[in-house]
Every structure is written in structure tokens, then in C-alpha cells.
């Protein structure tokens, strides 16, 4: 499935919306509203694009985005939600949010939009980052085999949150593992 991918715009959420509302019975739609709306912290997909798309900075020199993978029917085909914070002059990447269109997951998009983040970092974040970092519940397997399959490596439990597990690497190790995979 050739994919094009681009920073949120204001229709993206309703086509999101569109697909939040034909797929909501579905399997795969329960796992993200499981795993990424995190049992009614957001009502829906679009209340979270909203929410996690300010305009505004976050803090200093820290930003949130998302980006959006579609279809050549312009279809959304996922997201991601991702913001890079600045540390001591060390740009960092945090991987907030991943959804797959419920009839689309299980089709390589997560590999796609990583890929496409990570191989485009100037694009996209602005400068090269030295990690990038996600936290992800204990049950999501496939999201941690995702993590895995970038080279980003189980670290630690936040405290008081023993449903989520800590993934991190630096991002050299990132672009390390998209080298490998893409020569298979």
C-alpha cells in the first residue's frame, strides 16, 4: 500500500473521526481505544488530536505534532503523536501516540510512519535528536515488538504506573535498525 505522509491539518481530524465512527465495533478499534485513548481519558480520537496539536510551545523549545500516513484514496491509514523537548542542548524524541486505522493494522503502517519520522528527522523535528523514548501499556505487545523492531530497548517502569513499561534508545541506534531491516 503506497502511503504519503504529512504534518496534521485541520481535516485530517474529521477524516479521522470517519473512521473512529464506521470501525468503532471493530476489534481493532477496541485496542486503541484500550491502548491509546487509555480507558476514557479522551472521549475519542479526534477530543485527543485536539488536545495533543497546541500551537503553542509546551515548554522550552519543546513542541507536540502528529504525524498523519494516508492512503491514495486519502484515507488515514494511522498516526503518530510525538514531541521533542530540548535537555542541556540535547534534542530528545518522545513517541506519545500510535494509531492504526482498525482495517489497515498488521500491515507494516507502524514500520511505514517510523520510518518515515525518523529517516526525515530534519523534516520533522527540526534538528537530530540523541534519543527518542515511548512509554507503552504492559498488555500492547505489538506496540513493544514495534519499539523492538527499532532498536529502542525496555528500561525501566515509571513509578506508580505498573501498567506501562519504559522503552529508549539513542536515535543512531534508530537509524541503525531502519539500515538493517530495509536491506532484507
Request: aromatic share 14%.
Amino acid at each position: 500500500m503506497k502511503l504519503t505522509f504529512s504534518l496534521y491539518q485541520k481535516e485530517d481530524k474529521f477524516l479521522i473521526h470517519e473512521w473512529q465512527t464506521k470501525y468503532r465495533d471493530t476489534a481493532g478499534f477496541k485496542a486503541i481505544k484500550h491502548y491509546v485513548l487509555e480507558d476514557n481519558i479522551y472521549y475519542d480520537l479526534r477530543e485527543l488530536i485536539e488536545i495533543n496539536h497546541e500551537s503553542f510551545p509546551i515548554g522550552d523549545n519543546e513542541f507536540r505534532n502528529i504525524l498523519i500516513a494516508k492512503t491514495s484514496k486519502n484515507e488515514v491509514a494511522g498516526f503518530l503523536v510525538y514531541n521533542v523537548f530540548n535537555l542541556n542542548h540535547k534534542p530528545e524524541v518522545n513517541l506519545i501516540y500510535l494509531a492504526i486505522n482498525p482495517v489497515m493494522q498488521h500491515k507494516g503502517i507502524g514500520t511505514e510512519i517510523m520510518t518515515e519520522l525518523c529517516l526525515n528527522y530534519e523534516k520533522y523535528f527540526k534538528c537530530k535528536p540523541t534519543c527518542v523514548f515511548t512509554k507503552i501499556d504492559n498488555e500492547n505487545t505489538p506496540s513493544q515488538n514495534l519499539m523492538k523492531k527499532f532498536g529502542l530497548k525496555l528500561v525501566r517502569r515509571p513509578k506508580g504506573r505498573d501498567y506501562l513499561c519504559g522503552f529508549e534508545t539513542d536515535f543512531e541506534n534508530v537509524l541503525d535498525h531502519i539500515k538493517a531491516f530495509e536491506k532484507e
